[in-house]
């Protein structure tokens, strides 16, 4: 289902998935060639939660991000140029190279910290919103996180806390494996948790949480639109898990991209590899996205095409700006580390 | 001079920071530990409960709370009680907190204090008398203060709200009743900053916190034997001042470390290994520390004591550095 928003807002939430899908592609190769080192995690397949739950937020609101948060920063609008950077380490990055894939951070877009220790943002989220309460200028923060964050102590006590004061955040899990190993033999969610769904967690501590298909961008927009508005009005935290397919490049421990993605696979996945075929056929949010669009004649299917091919060359020529950032001043490790 | 005790001078500073700036909450504790001096929280209760919060038992909990305050435009002092319960706050504090400047190239400030008591306080056994200011000092992105008297403690405390940086307040439950000087119109005092507590021609004793008020009362003894004792106090660990501490071991050449850290990786172990790459010829003998023994500090009251930098293990030390 389409989210109910006018078409230029349909078509920038195409364009912004587009976007997120070719900037990260794009990673892999320049990792692979040694372009730039460390771990790095990917947003593929979640793109149809990430694009609508954050257009439901004001300018002002804080978000918290984690070790998979490329997404998160481009569908609030970050620059690929200036992301890419940082990735490689430059000069140019956001965070001059000190932060990397793992900490990017934009506070201009309410990114105020990026950590990449699992449920490390829960807490820190229940921060920004205890200072919004005190200070009473209505912004919300919204904490975005795996399932994987759950199994950490520092999520039920930071649910705890936000409940107990009525704070405004809203925790966004990402279950990007809906189909996973433990799921499979009709258990947990996953093979490590035992709170089954995992929305029984947040409930222990009276915070309202629901489940959502994080691969219907219509649904994901709807609630999160409704939950940001109840939050708002100081009705206190909500818990939200939106369920995606987890992207078969990322099953392995560093990315794989067995195919590249463009607007006529929507159509057509004759081309993929027949072993991850599948995910892209009925999985992938992007196309299921793209089909929506021209089913409601939204837009013809030359039109995306044309979004396609131009936030294809954005990107293109995001990476070569990048790339050819300096590094930084090796007496930069140096400076900085205290205000 | 007006003279207050310890916990008064700290809860005056308390007063005319929480006046000063509504951007500052109190979250947990009372700043008082087990002290029977309950009123003056309940004073301070009184004018600014709604901006002092207490929370469930939960420091990671918590201390991230105070943390993402603190980047949002809050200024929070956390008490974190017994300092070894810094343990269950360790990731928000030293992975979250200590590296979010830096991380961000300097674009979020984190002006969160965490506040804590350290130490042998008499019976805490192993799990309630940590004095975890080493381990936070090999933790860059903090700033560390340790204050020794009345007037430091108000002083300190008002620098380290003010400091846009995550800073840690290592306080000491043995110093809360002693009495000391306070002017009236006591302004902050800056990190970086030791001070000479007392002057002595023979020997630098170097020490922090509590131990600064035993090291005082080991000069006033040695002077009776015509040892004459300069005791030093840095007062903040991060940052440091080395300029104060050498013009002092250039004068004596003879230096004591008197410190509750544990001896290995010490706060002791670090101060010497300073001393000795930028002054080795200035000395004139070894210099000596005098730490907590490595070993988890047991209860009974003989036990706790002889693990401790004690009186006589002090003097001890100072002999030997003079013979």
Same mark, same amino acid.
């Given at each position: 289902?389409?989210?109910? @928003?006018?078409?230029?807002?349909?078509?920038?939430?195409?364009?912004?998935?587009?976007?997120?899908?070719?900037?990260?592609?794009?990673?892999?190769?320049?990792?692979?060639?040694?372009?730039?080192?460390?771990?790095?995690?990917?947003?593929?397949?979640?793109?149809?939660?990430?694009?609508?739950?954050?257009?439901?937020?004001?300018?002002?609101?804080?978000?918290?991000?984690?070790?998979?948060?490329?997404?998160?920063?481009?569908?609030?609008?970050?620059?690929?140029?200036?992301?890419?950077?940082?990735?490689?380490?430059?000069?140019?990055?956001?965070?001059?190279?000190?932060?990397?894939?793992?900490?990017?951070?934009?506070?201009?877009?309410?990114?105020?910290?990026?950590?990449?220790?699992?449920?490390?943002?829960?807490?820190?989220?229940?921060?920004?919103?205890?200072?919004?309460?005190?200070?009473?200028?209505?912004?919300?923060?919204?904490?975005?996180?795996?399932?994987?964050?759950?199994?950490?102590?520092?999520?039920?006590?930071?649910?705890?806390?936000?409940?107990?004061?009525?704070?405004?955040?809203?925790?966004?899990?990402?279950?990007?494996?809906?189909?996973?190993?433990?799921?499979?033999?009709?258990?947990?969610?996953?093979?490590?948790?035992?709170?089954?769904?995992?929305?029984?967690?947040?409930?222990?501590?009276?915070?309202?949480?629901?489940?959502?298909?994080?691969?219907?961008?219509?649904? @994901?927009?709807?609630?999160?639109?409704?939950?940001?508005?109840?939050?708002?009005?100081? =009705?206190?935290?909500?818990?939200?898990?939106?369920?995606? @397919?987890?992207?078969?490049?990322?099953?392995?421990?560093?990315?794989?991209?067995?195919?590249?993605?463009?607007?006529?696979?929507?159509?057509?996945?004759?081309?993929?590899?027949?072993?991850?075929?599948?995910?892209?056929?009925?999985?992938?949010?992007?196309?299921?996205?793209?089909?929506?669009?021209?089913?409601?004649?939204?837009?013809?299917?030359? =039109?995306?095409?044309?979004?396609?091919?131009?936030?294809?060359?954005?990107?293109? =020529?995001?990476?070569? @700006?990048?790339?050819?950032?300096?590094?930084?001043?090796?007496?930069?490790?140096?400076?900085?580390?205290?205000? | 001079?007006?003279?207050?005790?310890?916990?008064?001078?700290?809860?005056?500073?308390?007063?005319?920071?929480?006046?000063?700036?509504?951007?500052?909450?109190?979250?947990?504790?009372?700043?008082?530990?087990?002290?029977?001096?309950?009123?003056?929280?309940?004073?301070?209760?009184?004018?600014?409960?709604?901006?002092?919060?207490?929370?469930?038992?939960?420091?990671?909990?918590?201390?991230?709370?105070?943390?993402?305050?603190?980047?949002?435009?809050?200024?929070?002092?956390?008490?974190?009680?017994?300092?070894?319960?810094?343990?269950?706050?360790?990731?928000?504090?030293?992975?979250?907190?200590?590296?979010?400047?830096?991380?961000?190239?300097?674009?979020?400030?984190?002006?969160?204090?965490?506040?804590?008591?350290?130490?042998?306080?008499?019976?805490? $056994?192993?799990?309630?008398?940590?004095?975890?200011?080493?381990?936070?000092?090999?933790?860059?992105?903090?700033?560390?203060?340790?204050?020794?008297?009345?007037?430091?403690?108000?002083?300190?405390?008002?620098?380290?709200?003010?400091?846009?940086? /995550?800073? &840690?307040?290592?306080?000491?439950?043995?110093?809360?009743?002693?009495?000391?000087?306070?002017?009236?119109?006591?302004?902050?005092?800056?990190?970086?900053?030791?001070?000479?507590?007392?002057?002595?021609?023979?020997?630098?004793?170097?020490?922090?916190?509590?131990?600064?008020?035993?090291?005082?009362?080991?000069?006033?003894?040695?002077?009776?034997?015509? &040892?004459?004792?300069?005791?030093?106090?840095?007062?903040?660990?991060? /940052?440091?001042?080395?300029?104060?501490?050498?013009?002092?071991?250039?004068?004596?050449?003879?230096?004591?470390?008197?410190?509750?850290?544990?001896?290995?990786?010490?706060? $002791? $172990?670090?101060?010497?290994?300073?001393?000795?790459?930028?002054?080795?010829?200035?000395?004139?003998?070894?210099?000596?520390?005098?730490?907590?023994?490595?070993?988890?500090?047991?209860?009974?009251?003989?036990?706790?004591?002889?693990?401790?930098?004690?009186?006589?293990?002090?003097?001890?030390?100072?002999?030997?550095?003079?013979?």
């Amino acid at each position: 289902m389409l989210p109910k @928003v006018a078409r230029d807002t349909l078509l920038d939430f195409c364009r912004r998935m587009f976007v997120i899908r070719h900037f990260e592609e794009s990673l892999v190769p320049l990792h692979d060639k040694g372009v730039f080192g460390g771990h790095y995690h990917l947003y593929i397949g979640q793109e149809a939660t990430g694009v609508p739950a954050l257009s439901c937020l004001r300018a002002d609101d804080y978000l918290f991000t984690t070790h998979r948060n490329h997404g998160h920063l481009l569908a609030r609008g970050a620059d690929p140029k200036k992301l890419c950077a940082e990735i490689l380490g430059r000069a140019d990055g956001y965070n001059k190279g000190k932060g990397g894939s793992f900490h990017t951070v934009v506070p201009s877009l309410g990114f105020l910290h990026t950590s990449a220790v699992v449920a490390g943002i829960i807490p820190l989220a229940t921060g920004t919103a205890y200072a919004s309460k005190a200070l009473k200028n209505g912004r919300i923060t919204v904490c975005l996180f795996g399932d994987g964050a759950l199994e950490e102590g520092a999520a039920p006590e930071a649910f705890n806390l936000a409940s107990l004061w009525k704070l405004p955040v809203l925790f966004l899990c990402e279950n990007n494996g809906k189909y996973g190993a433990g799921r499979a033999t009709g258990a947990a969610q996953s093979s490590t948790m035992a709170a089954h769904p995992l929305t029984d967690l947040p409930k222990a501590y009276k915070v309202p949480a629901q489940q959502v298909d994080g691969l219907d961008s219509g649904t @994901v927009h709807a609630t999160i639109s409704r939950a940001v508005e109840e939050i708002r009005r100081g =009705e206190g935290p909500q818990f939200i898990e939106a369920q995606t @397919v987890r992207w078969p490049g990322s099953e392995s421990n560093w990315p794989v991209v067995l195919q590249n993605t463009n607007a006529s696979l929507a159509w057509d996945v004759n081309a993929v590899p027949e072993k991850v075929r599948e995910w892209y056929r009925s999985c992938d949010p992007l196309l299921i996205y793209t089909r929506e669009l021209v089913e409601a004649q939204q837009a013809t299917r030359e =039109e995306i095409a044309a979004i396609d091919r131009k936030v294809k060359a954005e990107i293109d =020529e995001a990476v070569k @700006v990048a790339v050819s950032s300096p590094y930084p001043k090796p007496e930069e490790a140096a400076k900085d580390y205290f205000a | 001079m007006r003279e207050l005790a310890y916990y008064e001078a700290k809860f005056e500073a308390l007063h005319e920071i929480m006046a000063a700036d509504e951007r500052v909450h109190l979250i947990n504790g009372t700043f008082l530990s087990l002290s029977p001096h309950r009123h003056v929280f309940q004073d301070l209760v009184k004018k600014y409960g709604d901006r002092m919060k207490s929370p469930p038992i939960s420091e990671l909990g918590f201390c991230g709370l105070a943390t993402g305050a603190a980047m949002a435009g809050l200024r929070p002092i956390v008490d974190i009680s017994t300092g070894s319960f810094i343990f269950e706050g360790w990731p928000q504090v030293c992975n979250e907190a200590a590296n979010a400047f830096s991380m961000s190239a300097g674009q979020t400030r984190v002006p969160v204090v965490f506040h804590l008591f350290h130490g042998l306080r008499g019976g805490g $056994a192993a799990q309630h008398s940590a004095s975890p200011q080493a381990m936070l000092w090999n933790n860059p992105g903090l700033e560390i203060v340790l204050p020794s008297s009345p007037r430091d403690v108000k002083g300190l405390l008002k620098t380290a709200v003010a400091s846009d940086n /995550p800073t &840690i307040f290592v306080d000491h439950v043995q110093l809360l009743e002693i009495r000391g000087e306070v002017p009236d119109n006591d302004s902050p005092i800056r990190f970086g900053q030791a001070e000479i507590k007392r002057k002595g021609n023979d020997v630098t004793v170097i020490s922090t916190s509590y131990m600064v008020q035993r090291c005082l009362q080991v000069a006033d003894k040695l002077a009776g034997e015509k &040892i004459s004792v300069e005791v030093v106090d840095p007062r903040t660990l991060v /940052p440091f001042d080395m300029a104060t501490l050498m013009s002092s071991v250039e004068k004596t050449g003879r230096v004591v470390i008197v410190d509750e850290t544990h001896q290995s990786c010490g706060v $002791a $172990a670090e101060i010497a290994a300073r001393i000795v790459e930028s002054g080795f010829d200035k000395l004139k003998a070894p210099v000596r520390r005098v730490a907590t023994l490595d070993v988890p500090v047991p209860y009974s009251p003989p036990l706790e004591e002889y693990i401790g930098p004690r009186e006589d293990r002090i003097i001890e030390a100072i002999r030997a550095v003079l013979r």
